[in-house]
C-alpha cells in the first residue's frame, strides 16, 4: 500500500488536527439583511456605577433571641394535646398564660408563642368535653346497672358468694 495517500481524511501523524475533505458549498451562506440602529448597538450602554449601588445594601435585620416563655408554651402547648384525656386542663391553663405573657413581652418567638396558645387552648377545649363526656357518662343510668351487674359476676366468681349492691346505698 502507499503511506502518502494524499485523500486521507484519518491522517496519522496529528490524531487531533481538523482535515476537512468535503467540499463546502456557500449556498446557505447567511447574510447581514437586518441593520442595527445605534441606540439599541451594545455601545450605547454604559457601564453601571457600583459606588452608588452601596445605598441600597442595608445592614442585616439582628432578630430578637427566642423567648424561654414561648418554647415553654408550646411544650405546655403540646403536653395538654397529649394529655388531653386525663390532665390536660393544667399544662393548657398554663401554657396559654405564659403564650399571652410571652406575646405582650414582645421579645421574640412570637410565632412560637402564638403556637403554644393555639394548642394550649386545643388542648383545654378537649381536656373539658371528654371530662363532661365522662361524668355524662359514669352517672347515666345504663353505666351504673353494668357497672353493678359487673362487679356483682366478678363478685361471685372470686369469693363464691352473692352480692346485692342494692343493700348498701
Given at each position: 500500500?502507499?503511506?502518502?495517500?494524499?485523500?486521507?481524511?484519518?491522517?496519522?501523524?496529528?490524531?487531533?488536527?481538523?482535515?476537512?475533505?468535503?467540499?463546502?458549498?456557500?449556498?446557505?451562506?447567511?447574510?447581514?439583511?437586518?441593520?442595527?440602529?445605534?441606540?439599541?448597538?451594545?455601545n450605547s450602554y454604559s457601564t453601571p456605577n457600583y459606588a452608588s449601588q452601596s445605598s441600597y445594601?442595608?445592614?442585616?435585620?439582628?432578630?430578637?433571641?427566642?423567648?424561654?416563655?414561648?418554647?415553654?408554651?408550646?411544650?405546655?402547648?403540646?403536653?395538654?394535646?397529649?394529655?388531653?384525656?386525663?390532665?390536660?386542663?393544667?399544662?393548657?391553663?398554663?401554657?396559654a398564660i405564659l403564650g399571652i405573657v410571652a406575646i405582650a413581652k414582645d421579645q421574640g418567638g412570637?410565632?412560637?408563642?402564638?403556637?403554644?396558645?393555639?394548642?394550649?387552648?386545643?388542648?383545654?377545649?378537649?381536656?373539658?368535653?371528654?371530662?363532661?363526656?365522662?361524668?355524662?357518662?359514669?352517672?347515666?343510668?345504663?353505666?351504673?346497672?353494668?357497672?353493678?351487674?359487673?362487679?356483682?359476676?366478678?363478685?361471685?366468681?372470686?369469693?363464691?358468694?352473692?352480692?346485692?349492691?342494692?343493700?348498701?346505698?
Open positions: 500500500m502507499d503511506n502518502e495517500n494524499t485523500n486521507n481524511t484519518y491522517p496519522q501523524d496529528n490524531a487531533y488536527s481538523q482535515n476537512n475533505t468535503y467540499p463546502q458549498d456557500n449556498t446557505y451562506s447567511q447574510t447581514n439583511t437586518y441593520s442595527q440602529d445605534n441606540a439599541y448597538s451594545q445594601y442595608q445592614q442585616p435585620v439582628q432578630n430578637k433571641p427566642i423567648s424561654a416563655l414561648a418554647v415553654t408554651s408550646l411544650v405546655l402547648g403540646i403536653l395538654s394535646l397529649t394529655l388531653c384525656c386525663c390532665i390536660g386542663w393544667l399544662p393548657g391553663i398554663i401554657g412570637k410565632g412560637l408563642a402564638v403556637g403554644g396558645v393555639i394548642t394550649s387552648v386545643l388542648g383545654l377545649i378537649i381536656g373539658i368535653l371528654l371530662t363532661v363526656y365522662s361524668v355524662a357518662i359514669v352517672n347515666s343510668d345504663e353505666f351504673k346497672e353494668g357497672f353493678e351487674e359487673g362487679f356483682e359476676e366478678s363478685y361471685y366468681e372470686e369469693t363464691g358468694e352473692h352480692i346485692d349492691l342494692d343493700d348498701y346505698q
